[in-house]
């Protein structure tokens, strides 16, 4: 019987050396697994990076991958957090045809999804906005009817909740060129989403 598939999201610690994101990313692609969200970034330890991974796999299949990256060179923790108390943030800029007679309503939807604007041109404009997937999914849906000329998105960043800080899934390993041994993640770091505001007066960018 085939395992139902749904999105797993993994925090991953590496060291930050050549050819580590390849060997990640390969074990994904070894196993037919698609990544579907991937953001990769400085923690406050130096030369200590964090990755996010989101991919849809089966709950067996996840424990799997969980256990296999956690084998590679360089790697130092990962954790499942997808069944933890978690925030989780993703950032869009979406560039939006603006005539003179649709701006008006553009800045109403703009307020209403506490985006902003961060571009201002004659007939377009570049709407920001930072927040959970889903919120991001229904103002793309909103603005498709005026017309969407570009966008981008970052993938998701994710921290747990409260107390619940330390990765659970395996025991740090040393760094493979340091002696001291490297303990996990004791503390947070920055999530690099930037908290939701109001929306921006046109020409004030």
């Known amino acids: 019987m085939t395992e139902r598939e749904k999105p797993h999201t993994f925090v991953v610690y590496v060291e930050n050396k050549p050819g580590v994101l390849n060997r990640i990313a390969s074990l994904f692609r070894r196993r037919g697994y698609n990544i579907e969200s991937l953001t990769v970034g400085h923690t406050e330890r130096p030369n200590i990076s964090r990755m996010t991974i989101v991919s849809s796999i089966g709950e067996g299949a996840a424990h ?32 939006v045809d603006a005539p003179e007679e649709s701006r008006h309503r553009l800045m109403e939807i703009v307020r209403v999804f506490r985006a902003r604007v961060v571009d201002l041109a004659p007939r377009s404009l570049i709407i920001e906005i930072t927040g959970a997937e889903d919120k991001i999914h229904a103002l793309v849906d909103v603005l ?17 909740r409260g107390v619940q800080e330390r990765a659970v899934s ?24 930037n908290a939701l505001v109001e929306a921006e007066h046109p020409g004030s960018v």
């Open 64 to 95: 799997r991958v969980e256990a296999n990256i956690y084998k590679l060179v360089n790697v130092l923790s990962v954790e499942d957090v997808t069944h933890g108390t978690t925030i989780s943030r993703s950032l869009a800029l979406i560039k």
């Open 144 to 160: 498709r009817p005026f017309g969407i000329v570009e966008m981008v998105r970052t993938g998701q960043v994710v921290m747990r």
């Open 170 to 193: 395996s025991s740090p390993k040393p760094a493979q060129d340091d002696a001291r041994p490297k303990e996990p993640k004791t503390g947070t770091e920055p999530s690099g989403a």
